[in-house]
């Protein structure tokens, strides 16, 4: 992104959708973007939905259209979508230690830009998986 990669963030055009629904026992489905690659319990929203829970008794239905692996904050935006499909008071919050980059999720969940947090004086960057 440039010489703007830590003073900007921008949304793009692409959503990804999630439901969270109870259920006698999990249940995962994939469309778009990354569909069928993880549909367990191994799956991003699998995972945030039974820390805001507490359980696994849900029906989770991801619909992508974020490519994957490619910078544009899919796993952001997916933990997000995740957390406020299963009621998460936060749902930022808990994308963001999910993530592991604070500065992902509102700009990958929302549409415009949004200016980075306030500095703290340290680098938050880290290795990507």
Do not use: K
Request: charged residues 20%; proline residues 9%.
């Amino acid at each position: 992104m440039g010489p703007g990669f830590d003073a900007l963030a921008v949304a793009l055009d692409c959503y990804v959708q999630v439901e969270v629904e109870a259920a006698p026992s999990l249940r995962v489905h994939s469309e778009g973007e990354g569909a069928g690659l993880c549909d367990d319990a191994s799956h991003l929203a699998v995972r945030v939905a039974r820390s805001v829970l507490g359980h696994d008794r849900i029906a989770v239905t991801v619909r992508s259209r974020i490519p994957v692996s490619r910078g544009l904050g899919s796993s952001a935006a997916l933990a997000a979508a995740a957390a406020a499909a299963a009621g998460a008071d936060d749902p930022f919050a808990i994308a963001a230690a999910q993530d592991g980059h604070p500065r992902t999720p509102p700009p990958a969940s929302s549409a415009g830009w949004s200016p980075p947090p306030p500095s703290t004086g340290r680098s938050d960057r880290r290795n990507s998986r």
